[in-house]
């Protein structure tokens, strides 16, 4: 008898397992798409180049400088290209400048703020402030810092300077404050190309036309900094009035037609991106 229930235990335990072992896994919950979030690029990730693209910087200086850096900031959202603005921090007075400036951090991969100095090289003395290093390294350090820059990319005020990596050239190549900021991990970034001011006037000195030629011939005869890569300067107040706002979108719309050309912010330039 005790063996009759012994293995009357058994065989309902082995029942009990086999059904368990073929019972079939709980279904996973259902992962709700709309609430995934997309990862928003940072800063300074690497791109790859394409050899048969030419890559266009749009590089506007001295922000903000209302209302030209909004026009500016509108033109190239509307057209749907990328830019970078090099900020100066003592043009950053009141909430709507400062509101202004915290728009251009906050709206990358589409713009990027990087650094101007924060007085401008001592509000445009710039032999004072190349020939007093340790003074012009705190001035771009202050301004990284109350503009809550997030680049370590440096245009220096008036001076056409490249550094990178120890390799430095330029206007400038052996003044000691370019050597510090490229030793401390600074990139520096010159131009290739500048849409001037007129004189005494807030309006761009080349017509839209003359603009489109330099850039072609630029490309053309290999005169660039980097090859297939060209460095456009110019600067928010030169796009204050209407007409003028109007040229730049022209000056972007041709551009645009051109297959080859793609726009990018200064943080893919190689010199920045190739560390």
Known sequence: MNTFKTLAVCLVATASITACKNKPAAEKPAVDSSKIVATKPVPGTPIKYDSSKRYIFL????????????????VFHQEGVKATFFAVGFNQVGPFKKRLIDSIRAGYPEVLLANHSYSH??????????NTPDSAY?????????????????????????????????????????????NTG???????????????????????????????????????????????LSHDRLFEKT??????????????????????TIDHYPSVQNK
């Open 59 to 74: 590089t506007w200086d001295d922000s903000p400088q209302p209302p030209g850096t909004t026009n500016c900031r509108n």
């Open 121 to 130: 090289g001592f509000n445009d003395k710039y032999s004072k402030f190349y």
């Open 138 to 182: 705190n001035d771009f350090m202050r301004n990284e810092k109350e503009l809550n820059i997030g680049v370590k990319i440096i245009r220096l005020p008036g001076n056409n300077t490249w550094a990178s990596n120890g390799k430095i050239h330029g206007q400038k190549a052996d003044n000691p404050l370019i050597k510090r900021l490229d």
């Open 186 to 232: 600074y990139k520096i970034i010159g131009w290739d190309i500048e849409w001037g001011q007129q004189a005494k006037m807030k309006a761009p000195r080349e017509s839209v036309d003359e603009m489109i030629r330099n850039i072609g011939q630029k490309f053309d005869d290999g005169s660039t900094n980097e090859a297939n890569m060209i460095v456009i």
């Open 243 to 264: 007409q003028y706002a109007d040229s730049l979108r022209k000056f972007i719309q041709v551009l645009k037609k051109d297959p080859r050309n793609v726009f990018e």
